[in-house]
């Protein structure tokens, strides 16, 4: 009996399966020879998917173009110049001009004559100040506390150095249950504009920061009081409100140098 493979139908079968697949195998070669290009010939696919691409160049080419151009919105009256044209005739109205003193009392430059004049003006009456904090027990408009809270965690940025529940960090002590932040409210005013440095006594543990606190005298008397008075009914404390005529009393105050410990009144 003879093997399948001295079989001369399934020699002829056999040969001409495999003549196909080298054929097959040959033109799918020729298909990406064809497709992909060789040598300077450019890629079709690639050009393809590039056309996209050179159109969208384009129009933002035309669009840079058109903004940056002389444009004459009226007879006389040229707009929107070139960056090239705009940058020196910017820097030639810099140089022309005279810089001049900031007149607004919370930018003093440390050091400057005006910060050491503000030292030697005479000292406020904080016991005026914190005579007009109202009672402990009176009401305080839910409002306010709203305001002192977006001031705390946003527009005052406070949470980012004691913590968004008062709990205190690295770098800013802990607001919850401390005696200064419930104590008389004039301390609480004084530090906010004019910063506080240097060790303090807090909850019976010395407290030394890392870094000073700096002074926030860009806020409004109305933003001062507000995150003031939040801060003094949070985190579990329990205090009166804090007026923004009481800050008003103490502007005078802005500018002087940072307060110590020893420049608070003991609560």
């Known amino acids: 009996m003879s093997s399948s493979s001295d079989n001369p139908f399934v020699r002829f079968t056999a040969f001409w399966w495999a003549l196909g697949v080298f054929m097959l195998f040959g033109v799918i070669l020729l298909a990406i020879k064809l497709f992909s290009g060789s040598g300077d010939r450019p890629n079709p696919l690639e050009e393809a998917a590039a056309a996209k691409r050179y159109e969208t160049r384009a129009a933002v080419e035309a669009a840079q173009k058109a903004a940056f151009a002389y444009k004459e919105v009226e007879k006389g009256k040229v707009v929107q110049v070139p960056p090239h044209d705009v940058f020196p005739l910017v820097g030639q109205g810099l140089l022309a001009e005279k810089p001049v003193a900031v007149a607004k009392p919370e930018q003093i430059v440390p050091g400057s004559d005006r910060q050491l004049a503000a030292a030697n003006e005479p000292k406020v009456d904080v016991a005026a100040v914190d005579a007009l904090t109202p009672a402990a027990d009176a009401p305080i408009d839910p409002a306010l506390l709203e305001a002192g ?20 960090g690295p770098i800013g002590p802990t607001l919850a249950g401390s005696e200064w932040v419930t104590g008389p409210v004039s ?79 003991k609560p």
Not at 149 to 167: I, L, R
Not at 197 to 215: D, H, S, V
């Open 149 to 168: 809270k977006a001031q705390f965690m946003g527009g005052g940025t406070c949470f980012v150095c004691h913590g968004p529940t008062g709990e205190g």
């Open 187 to 265: 301390n609480l005013i004084r530090i906010q504009l004019r910063g506080l440095e240097g060790p303090i006594q807090l909850k019976g543990a010395t407290y030394t920061p890392p870094a000073p606190m700096a002074a926030l005298a860009h806020q409004t008397d109305e933003q001062i009081a507000a995150v003031l008075t939040y801060i003094r009914n949070s985190f579990g404390n329990k205090a009166s409100a804090v007026l923004p005529e009481q800050v008003k009393m103490l502007r005078s105050e802005v500018g002087k140098p940072m307060l110590k410990e020893a420049d608070l009144i």
